[in-house]
């Protein structure tokens, strides 16, 4: 007489045939209900039988000889081309994991320490082991040479380009980030707006000063009539140039944008040091959102958020289907304005 038990593997971890035997199936049949294959008719009460088996035997596919069989590893290296593994790669690769784990695809993490020569090993070791893609991604938005050995996979770069355009690259809009944070602040009254940027030659900081100029002339205001300083995106950069500006002729600007929270920190420092009130007197908008340090000091920092994690998801979107590569060219991902308490309408000045 046979019962349910005589059904279970004897031993081992459970294999497709013991979930066919279980449901009373063809391992055919197990296949096309977990594949979900198309073009094959099941019922509803078999597919419902079969994953009963499934979760009863605690089954899990062999990825690896399914890899063998469709030539796939369900594996997406990302190579975070850095010295560490930063704010920026946290949340990218956050974004990342979501997605692909949601596709069925495992992400395989490497880091590079900003070592060319290291990338192109680690680049071969990822494809050795048969990785199916590879995101490829930096902390600054800059240009860089990708290992030629990525070539051999559907590739996307992240926060990063080739200067050809020739592979995919996912890119924070940042000219936009530039106009809409001086929109907010053109918005709140401000028309006398100073801009203590990052470092000068830095993509990010080209392109939000671009948006910052572009949103003055929106507003018939001339861009020269502002004052601009660079810094280079550290605290005391953007305390030294706050200090300068106090140190200007005339009265102070109504609101300060800053390259970056680091830069906006540094200046919310230097004018409370001068006792100048933010923001009943100056109001300061800072850059990236950075994880506790934006929402935590006080008074709480209107900044522009960078989506990293956003980022990093559609980058794993892009690469999930094991269809043709991505298309080549530049994807901008919005920068979105995050009002909080250092920024506020200016106030009404003596003899305006």
Known sequence: MSTHEDHRPRAGRPRRADVARL????????????????????????????????????????????????????????????????VFAASAIKGAHEVSVRHGNLLLLVNTGGSTRQAAQLVGELLDRQADALIFAVAGTKSVVVPEEAARVPTVLLNCFVPDDALPSILPDEVRGGREATQALLDLGHRDIAYLTGAASVWATKARLRGFREALRGAGLDPHNHTVLSGNYHADSGHELTRKLLRQRGPLPTAVMCGNDRMAVGALLALLEAGVRVPEDVSVMGYDDQFELAAEIRPALSTVRLPYDAMGRLAAEQLAAAGPAPRSGRTLVHCPVVMRDSTAAPARRAGA
């Open 23 to 86: 449901a009373g199936v063809s391992p055919a049949t197990v296949s096309f209900v977990l594949n979900r294959t198309a073009g094959q008719t099941i019922s509803d009460e078999t597919r419902q039988r079969v994953l009963r088996a499934v979760a009863e035997l605690d089954y899990r596919p062999n990825r690896a000889a399914q890899g063998l069989r469709h030539g796939r590893s369900a594996t997406i290296g990302f190579v975070s081309h850095d010295s560490d593994f930063g």
